[in-house]
């Protein structure tokens, strides 16, 4: 199959492969001769379209006609415009066809069990600022910790590769450097694990904290709460000036709401408290050491599944994302649900177009009504900046077949499967129901994975055609490619491949069984996330203004 009509009421398709002017499509429900060039993954018109006339995929509205466009045509951000349809409170629909799940039934993750019942797929150590004026006290703890402790090897891969550089130099080869083997990169002097059962000990460096508005103070005080009390980590370091915004004060009542009685240990040190940086980074160091020796003490013991709590995201999509990786995820998502897991689906500039969809999806009306309050207000503070949710593609997405934000979304919410829609949060609240929850973020990967992991998710994952290497301090970030071509291109960030649907190889059930029995393994310890190995710790708070 060469192309692909997604839904029965669309009327346009997808190309599956490169496909030249002149060639005759012949599939079940359309017959037509292709008018343009249409590239893998781009769209075409499968009926004469007329100047306003609707363009339609996975059956809803996605845009409209600004000009003609002939059947077999090659859609483009010139010829058609983003547009969406009105939603509003209607009939519930949030009955759904449970998958089977007897298979997994059964089956556990190795995890760390927590005092408040949740369970971690990591045992981490925190350090974290509660302002920015602390970064470089943390950044000494850092240096401190990470080789000393053998987190990082005792010299960078990257660095061994300047002295070998250097050394040439001097000897008078500046030429051998254009034709170096990679072999220098491999790591030198590398440092044994002093605690074995810690993951790693994470410094979550940040730019906020003073100088913004209170509702971006409190946001951050709730966002590092969701840090201190996730099930994956062990314990906290706080570093505090003082005189910041955000309090000290502000952090303990979000932790109170997430967790009324933390027994992690929490170490709370303030800088204008104690003196010069000397005294506080030195009790610092000591009580973490401290601090660590108690965390170590956690192991590895069975969970059910049930304990997972998802993030699903994506990044540098293509116009794959929605017929291969994001589906599979959704069936994913929807195994895990019906396992009694939570699911988190976020970036509501990529929820434009299917609004009424999850609406109806919603339990009962008041989720339906935060979640359309949500929308809207996001969408009109975008628009009043001059950057509505259409704005949202990028000019990847663009390149690649997502020409409308409508396009875009339609695909993106796939990864939600069909499963109710439990509960909607608005960031940085925390997920404290098993199903599907709806997240307020940003569509900026790092802003919203940031986010979900914030909000409780214990592994996200993370879908993208055209490669993206983010991660995430505290929990795994397993990377999907939605195309073959990009797995084997970018084997150093990419975990899992979907692009076995494209190429009719397995369907979307299969590739979600396939990734539910991968998580598991990652839950585990058994396999490590590309992320986490190649050290991407990425974590940028939202500061609540615009963020597409």
């Known amino acids: 199959m060469k192309t692909l009509r997604i839904h029965p009421l669309d009327n346009v398709a997808v190309a599956l492969t490169d496909l030249p002017k002149g060639e005759t499509i012949n599939e079940n429900s359309y017959h037509l001769l292709l008018v343009s060039d249409i590239l893998a993954k781009h769209k075409f018109a499968l009926v004469d379209l007329y100047t306003n006339d609707t363009i339609t995929m996975y059956g809803v509205l996605v845009g409209r006609a600004v000009e003609p466009i002939q059947k077999g045509a090659l859609l483009t951000t010139s010829n058609i415009r983003h547009a969406t349809n009105e939603y509003t409170i209607k ?46 006290n943390v950044d000494v703890m850092r240096d401190a910790f990470m080789k000393a402790l053998g987190y990082q090897p005792r010299q960078s891969p990257y660095q061994s590769l300047v002295e070998e550089y250097i050394s040439l130099y001097k000897e008078g080869k500046t030429e051998a450097i254009k034709t170096l083997e990679a072999e220098v990169l491999q790591e030198k002097n590398k440092a044994e694990r002093t605690f074995e059962n810690i993951d790693g000990i994470k410094f979550l460096t940040h730019t906020l904290g003073c100088g913004g508005t209170r509702q971006d103070v409190r946001a951050l005080c709730g966002l590092l709460a969701g840090y201190i009390t996730h099930a994956n980590v062990a314990g906290a370091t706080v570093l505090s000036l003082g005189c910041q915004n955000a309090q000290v004060d502000i952090l303990k009542e979000e932790i109170f709401k997430r967790d009324v009685n933390l027994i992690k240990p929490l170490i709370i040190l303030e800088q204008q408290q104690l003196g010069s940086e000397r005294i506080l980074l030195q009790e610092a160091i000591r009580q973490t050491f401290l601090g660590l020796v108690e965390a170590n003490k956690n192991v590895r013991k069975p969970a059910a599944l049930k304990k997972l709590c998802i993030g699903l995201e994506c990044g540098g999509s293509d116009g794959f994302s929605g017929i291969s990786a994001n589906p599979a995820i959704g069936y994913t998502s929807d195994l895990l649900v019906s396992l009694g897991g939570s699911v988190v689906l976020s970036e509501f500039p990529e929820l434009c177009g299917v609004e009424q969809g999850l609406t109806d999806r919603c339990v009962d009306e008041k989720n339906a009504e935060r979640f359309m309050q949500l929308m809207r207000t996001y969408n009109e503070r975008a628009t009043a900046l001059g950057s509505g949710f259409y704005a949202n593609p990028s000019p990847g997405n663009i390149k690649d077949g997502l020409i409308t934000d409508a396009i875009k979304s339609a695909g993106a919410a796939k990864k939600g499967g069909t499963s109710p829609v439990v509960d909607i949060l608005d960031y940085p609240e925390k997920v404290t129901k098993p199903g599907l929850t709806l997240l307020c973020t940003p569509g900026n990967d790092v802003e919203s994975t940031t986010a979900e992991v914030g909000s409780g998710a214990n592994i996200v994952l993370f879908t993208t055609g055209l490669g993206t290497p983010t991660g995430n301090p505290i929990a795994p970030v397993l990377k999907i490619s939605t195309n073959s071509r990009l797995y084997n291109k970018m084997t150093d960030i990419i975990d899992i491949n979907t692009g076995t649907i494209i190429e009719g190889e397995e369907t979307i059930q299969q590739v979600g069984e396939r990734i539910l029995d991968y998580v598991i393994a990652v839950a585990s310890g058994d396999i490590k996330a590309k992320a986490d190995a190649s050290g991407h710790d990425d974590f940028i708070p939202w500061k609540r203004g615009i963020s597409l």
């Open 91 to 136: 009939e519930r629909k949030a009955e759904w066809h449970a998958p089977d799940v007897t298979s997994w039934q059964s089956k556990t993750f190795q995890g760390y069990h927590r005092a408040d019942g949740s369970v971690g797929t990591a045992n981490h150590w925190v350090v974290i600022p509660m302002v920015f004026c602390e970064n470089a």
